[in-house]
Structures are given as C-alpha cells and as structure tokens.
C-alpha cells in the first residue's frame, strides 16, 4: 500500500482557506486518494475521493497533479467547527487488499481559531 | 448520524475480564470491519467481514480477540482477557460492496484499569 505524508497539525482562522497537502510518492496506477474527516470521540468521516485533475463536492476540493504524488486538499471559508483530523488515504477501492480495508496515517491536526 | 451504531458508546473493565461490543451496520451493506484507535493515532484494521463470512484478520487480532457477524447482520467484537492495552476506542465501520466509502460509527471507548 502506498505511504502518505502529511503534516502532523495545522493552525487557521475563521473564514480562512485552508490547504492541506498530502504526499504519495509511491501511488499505484489503480490507487484513488481519500480523505476523511474526524472529529473527538467520533468515528471519521468520509470528505472526499479523486483519481486525477480536480474533484470538488459541497464539503471541499480535491486537487491532484498529472503526477498523482501529492494531493491537497481546499477547505474553502474554514469555522470553528472545521476543527479536526484530517486523513489522507491511498488505495484501490475496487480491488487489490482483500475487502479494502483503510490504512490510516496519523493525519493532519487542524485547529481553526476566531 | 451515519446510520451505523454501537454499543456501549465506554466500558470501563479491569484488567483479565472479558468485554463484548456490539456495531449495527447499515441494513443493506453487506461489508463490515472492526478498527482501533489509539490516542494520537489513526485508525488500525482488525478484522473485516463479507456477510457472515470473515475473510481478512489483522495481525493485531490476537487469540485473545474474536469477532463474530451472525446471519450477516450485525457483528460482535469480544475480547477475553482483557489487558491494559487494549485500552483503545473500537470503530466499525460497513460498506456496500463496489468501492464505495466506509460509514463508521461512533466508536466504543474502553477502558482497562
């Protein structure tokens, strides 16, 4: 499975865009990337899913280079209740690992203040 | 709300019991998985479910864990002795099959004193 790096914590205001990056050096040709969202004491979340170019849903942006060895993901007009983990997943959600389970890294901390 | 539920939401057990959790998935997903979390740390796979079928076990699963998933439908996670490090939110998860997202429920806290 492919390795992601991301940043361990980010800080942001209000009404802010937010941008976190995701490396994937190793993405394979049938690999999607996949964010979650976490809040505490709940379960993640799924946000959003892309291949390539740009994917954009009512929650966020996706932006994927021609490469596909990073991914970034927009959070437009951030509020405090944006404060969360962010995940960043790699993987072949229609085949490859039995059952497709996720591999999750540690994720990216966001905390937005007033 | 995401449709999965799970119950207890915190057990607190001592240390050499054994504890038993419940995950309710969506009805019509007929995939199911069982995660843990550790503070600070992303969610790590368990064991994975298709129907009442369990094809995938991680190595994290010792003998001391069992899951079960009757008639397809709802699944149980038990642990036997229980030991300070399992201490852990648990997190189910269920799917439709075809490469769709994972639903998770809200996760049970135990704790091991």
């Known amino acids: 499975l492919a390795k992601t790096t991301q940043p361990i914590s980010m800080d942001s205001y209000e009404g802010q865009e937010v941008n976190i990056t995701c490396s994937h050096n190793?993405?394979?040709?049938?690999?999607?990337i996949t964010w979650y969202q976490q809040f505490p004491s709940q379960g993640p979340r799924f946000i959003i899913q892309?291949?390539?170019t740009k994917v954009t849903n009512e929650v966020a942006s996706l932006f994927i280079p021609a490469d596909r060895k990073s991914s970034t993901l927009s959070l437009p007009r951030v509020s405090l209740s944006d404060t969360a983990v962010y995940y960043c997943?790699?993987?072949?959600?229609?085949?490859?690992?039995?059952?497709?389970?996720?591999?999750f890294g540690g994720g990216t901390r966001l905390m937005v203040k007033p | 709300d995401t449709g999965v539920s799970q119950d207890p939401r915190h057990k607190i057990t001592k240390r050499g019991q054994n504890v038993t959790f419940r995950c309710d998935p969506i009805?019509?997903?007929?995939?199911l998985y069982w995660y843990r979390q550790t503070l600070g740390q992303g969610p790590e796979f368990l064991t994975y479910?298709?129907?009442?079928?369990?094809?995938?076990k991680s190595r994290l699963l010792s003998d001391r864990f069992s899951a079960e998933r009757p008639k397809g439908s709802f699944s149980t996670l038990e642990i036997q002795r229980t030991e300070q490090g399992d201490s852990a939110m648990y997190l189910c998860?269920?799917?439709?099959?075809?490469?769709?997202?994972?639903?998770f429920g809200p996760g049970t806290r135990l704790t091991v004193t």
């Open positions: 892309g291949y390539k």
């Open positions: 479910f298709q129907n009442e079928a369990q094809l995938e």
């Open positions: 190793n993405i394979a040709t049938n690999d999607y």
């Open positions: 009805s019509e997903h007929n995939r």
């Open positions: 997943l790699v993987g072949d959600p229609t085949g490859g690992n039995a059952g497709n389970m996720l591999t």
């Open positions: 998860a269920s799917r439709l099959g075809g490469g769709s997202e994972q639903y």
